[in-house]
């Protein structure tokens, strides 16, 4: 774990913790004593508080802890608060109702991965096959929403982030390494749009666009998902109208209109 908080009180070490448990996943009490340094005394007693307020979890099985979604939850609220939700809720309703598909919303979260923060199904059955929940990880090479929030990062954080990618395979057409993937950014990045061909399950397209904030950098990524055989047959319009709307919506959330990066078809 980087960047580590000093543990001087029992706020730090709980919050580092919960820092370690994001960044590694479910771990038993020897592992996080050992990666963090802290007794296994002390351990117990903050793993025990932050079980009591639901921060953390531990699993009946192996006894590993892992952490709950109460940071998302609590993260949540202040994204609706702060008008993600309330800026772009009436254009993605408008979205889904229109193609009668899918709407994810997604922003890049802790430790460098994109989250859903939002979805509105149209299409329920289809949704229940894809899986994809609020909190839910999306991957950043194999999906659209991950693509767009990663083509249009500062150059900075894309040379954080590229290195650290390992190229798992969903499918044959998943993307297989980083120069692939970088050539895809680039494509991303001038058209204003990205394609999920069948890269996460192969019977899904979809086609996601970035909202861009003030400075013209990837606040969050929408986009449109449903199977391939009826997405392919309304491709184009779906390109269109997302593009207008990630103008739209960017501008609206404080990007000048003499800014957009993306050159008009």
């Known amino acids: 774990m980087t960047d580590k908080a000093p543990a001087g009180n029992s706020v730090n070490k709980a919050l580092d913790i919960l820092e370690d448990l994001s960044e590694h996943g479910p771990s038993a009490l020897a592992e996080l004593h050992q990666r963090l340094g802290l007794d296994k005394g002390t351990l117990h007693r903050l793993l025990k508080l932050l079980k009591q307020r639901d921060f953390v979890d531990q699993d009946r099985s192996d006894r590993r802890y892992f952490n709950t979604t109460k940071m998302f939850q609590l993260g949540g609220r202040e994204i609706e608060r702060g008008g993600l939700r309330v800026l772009a809720r009436p254009s993605l309703e408008q979205l889904a109702a229109t193609f009668r598909e899918v709407v994810h919303v997604a922003i890049m979260g802790a430790q460098d991965r994109p989250i859903c923060v939002d979805k509105i ?30 083509a249009f990062a500062d150059e900075e954080v894309r040379a954080r982030i590229l290195p650290k990618i390992k190229y798992e395979r969903f499918t044959s057409s998943t993307i297989r390494g980083a120069v692939a993937f970088k050539k895809e950014l ?4 001038a058209l204003g749009y990205a394609f999920d061909d069948g890269e996460t399950l192969e019977s899904i397209f979809c086609v996601g666009a970035p909202i861009l904030d003030h400075q013209g950098r990837s606040y969050a990524a929408i986009s449109v998902t449903g199977p391939k055989t009826r997405m392919l047959d309304k491709k184009d319009q779906v390109i269109k109208t997302l593009k207008s709307m990630s103008r739209d919506l960017s501008i609206r959330y404080g990007l000048p209109a003499g800014q957009w990066p993306i050159k008009e078809d």
């Open 186 to 189: 680039d494509r991303v990045r």
């Open 121 to 150: 199904e149209a299409a329920p059955s289809f949704q229940a096959r894809l899986n994809l929940n609020l909190g839910s990880e999306v991957s950043l090479y194999a999906s659209s929403l991950g693509k767009c929030l990663l």
